[in-house]
């Protein structure tokens, strides 16, 4: 059961680089969300997906960007890197249906470094 | 101000114990949902137990219950019988809606870093 898959696990970049981060589900989510997690954290929504098409900001959004154009796929771009970025990204899927006990699916991360 | 509450940074318990993880939320949304999650030194997020604001009974997932006290807004997590493999951080969530596009979103608190002691 592969359920979130996210691409690369690790990476290094130098300052000013761009990338693209990963993150595919093949549970037929409606919901995507992206993540980051800074040391000694909890997790903070970057931005999220409600279908194909849609995005939308979530609370620490700049410096990055995302779309949606199928179901499976939300990558997550960084245009150009910087330390404060240095982070851990999570990707996760949820059904989308309001007010079930289903919990939101994560992917193993992204471990990312801006050097 | 904070949506999510974990006091306590780190905990300490001897195997075999049981642990209470301490969590309190915020929000005036009568519908809401509570998530604990472990994450291990490797660093997924496992998904562990699930209240509803409205269910009237406590969340139980094997040796993880919830002890969901509304009125204080509180939802502790309780292990029964720790195991070593239990030496993780926990992260408290509350599932937040929004009415305006049908979306959810998850606030996570800062973590507990459980530790087991043989």
């Known amino acids: 059961n592969a359920g979130v898959t996210q691409t690369p696990k690790f990476r290094i970049l130098k300052i000013g680089q761009s990338m693209t981060l990963q993150c595919a589900q093949d549970m037929n989510h409606n919901y995507m969300y992206w993540y980051r997690q800074d040391p000694g954290m909890g997790l903070k929504l970057i931005y999220y997906?409600?279908?194909?098409?849609?995005?939308d900001k979530g609370e620490v959004p700049n410096g990055y960007n995302v779309s949606r154009s199928t179901t499976e796929d939300f990558p997550l771009r960084l245009e150009l890197a910087a330390p404060s970025q240095t982070s851990v990204y999570f990707c996760?899927?949820?059904?989308?249906?309001?007010?079930?006990?289903?919990?939101?699916?994560f992917g193993d991360g992204t471990r990312l470094s801006i050097l | 101000a904070q949506k999510i509450t974990q006091t306590q940074p780190g905990m300490f318990v001897q195997e075999k114990e049981a642990v209470t993880l301490d969590c309190t939320y915020d929000?005036?949304?009568?519908?809401?949902?509570l998530f604990w999650y472990k994450q291990p030194s490797s660093g997924e997020m496992i998904f562990l137990i699930y209240?509803?604001?409205?269910?009237?009974q406590n969340a139980t997932e094997g040796r993880y219950s919830l002890n969901f006290q509304k009125a204080r807004k509180s939802a502790n997590l309780v292990i029964s019988a720790s195991q070593l493999g239990d030496s993780a951080m926990y992260f408290c969530a509350m599932r937040e809606y929004s009415t305006q596009g049908g979306s959810e979103k998850l606030v996570f608190g800062k973590g507990t870093k459980l530790t087991v002691n043989p």
């Open positions: 209240q509803g604001s409205y269910d009237q």
């Open positions: 997906s409600v279908g194909a098409g849609i995005t």
């Open positions: 996760a899927s949820s059904s989308g249906v309001l007010y079930s006990n289903q919990p939101q699916h």
């Open positions: 929000t005036s949304d009568p519908s809401y949902g």
